[in-house]
């Protein structure tokens, strides 16, 4: 049992050793252009040990998303339901502008659209649960387009404003929820 303890915990910590490597690696060169050589090379292994843990440099970029995106599961909810002035609180622009280590893959415009994809396949179906729920009368289709219309606007807002304190972010990312929720509110039916 403290056998596979260390075992795991040294897994792990490989498998983190590797993750880092590639982000310190993607910060001087393009994606398509790295190798696992540079990555053994940055997190100083073996080649036997990179392939021990993944089968090549998609599955630790694969990871290191889903790694990132755990448990944002009040994404969902914030997207439909936008809440402007509660000082700024914890959306995904703001989660894309803090996480600045991984802001060479998020902010990569080649990279962007799997992050969008991994992001609509985690966060989409429930999103447009949420509008549905509102009872907006808008078409999945029509939700649809609302979540990546807003996903797309996070990231470029994100990109363009990134060097933004908080003290600076939450005036414009207020702005911004108002702005969506206004929208989102518009196909609400009127309380009676």
């Known amino acids: 049992m403290a056998g ?9 910590y490989t498998r983190q050793a590797i993750q ?12 398509n252009a790295i190798t696992v050589s540079d990555i053994c090379r940055e997190a100083e292994i073996s080649r036997g040990t990179f392939y021990a843990h993944f089968s090549n440099i ?29 000082n700024c609180a914890y959306p995904f622009c703001r989660f894309v502008r803090e996480n600045k280590e991984l ?10 659209y799997i992050v969008i994809q991994k992001l609509a396949a985690l966060y989409k179906d429930g999103y447009i649960q949420e509008i549905r729920n509102r009872g907006t009368g808008l078409s999945d289709q029509e939700a ?33 929820d108002q702005f969506i929720k206004g929208g989102i509110d518009s196909f609400s039916p009127k309380a009676t």
């Open 103 to 112: 802001r060479c893959i998020l902010f990569d415009d080649t990279l962007g």
């Open 144 to 176: 649809e387009a609302l979540f990546y219309f807003q996903i797309n606007g996070c990231f470029a807002v994100s990109k363009r404003y990134n060097s933004l304190g908080n003290e600076q972010w939450c005036p414009v990312q207020n702005v911004i």
């Open 20 to 31: 880092s490597a590639f982000l310190q690696v993607k910060q001087v060169k393009d994606y």
């Open 58 to 86: 998609a599955e630790v970029l694969d990871t290191l998303l889903d790694d990132a995106l755990a448990g944002m599961d009040y994404l969902r909810e914030y997207l439909s339901a936008p809440r402007p002035n509660e």
């Open 4 to 12: 596979q303890k260390r075992t795991d915990r040294r897994t792990a």
